[in-house]
Nanobody
Framework: QVQLVDSGGGLVQPGGSLSLSCTAS????????MGWYRQAPGKQRELVAT???????NYANSVTGRFTISRDNAKNTVYLQMNSLKPDDTAVYYC????????????WGRGTQVTVSS
């Protein structure tokens, strides 16, 4: 069974950095795209970043230049390095995975809270 366990959230001040991790089980990790969504209170869920099996990455305009998504297939882990954090980055961040050919996530982590505040 495919499972995603996301972690690393916490409280950080504006301008600070935080790194999220997602460990995946099953065979989906090495051959499928992965990504991160986030959802802030009162707002709809937003795609933050994706990384394909070959390493190609895409980012939301709001995080481009500040966030970096990466994957380590040997560790079955996806990361989201977040720098220059802003208060409006505050949200629950969800790790996601896609089946081959899917455009909507097929698997979701439980979410990890990121709070950016002084």
């Amino acid at each position: 069974q495919v499972q995603l366990v996301d972690s690393g959230g916490g409280l950080v001040q504006p301008g600070g950095s935080l790194s999220l991790s997602c460990t995946a089980s099953g065979s989906i990790f090495s051959s499928n795209a992965m990504g991160w969504y986030r959802q802030a209170p009162g707002k709809q869920r937003e795609l933050v970043a994706t990384v394909a099996s070959g390493g190609t990455t895409n980012y939301a305009n709001s995080v481009t230049g500040r966030f970096t998504i990466s994957r380590d297939n040997a560790k079955n882990t996806v990361y989201l390095q977040m720098n220059s954090l802003k208060p409006d980055d505050t949200a629950v961040y969800y790790c996601v995975a896609y089946r081959r050919g899917s455009t909507w996530p097929d698997y979701w982590g439980r979410g990890t809270q990121v709070t950016v505040s002084s």
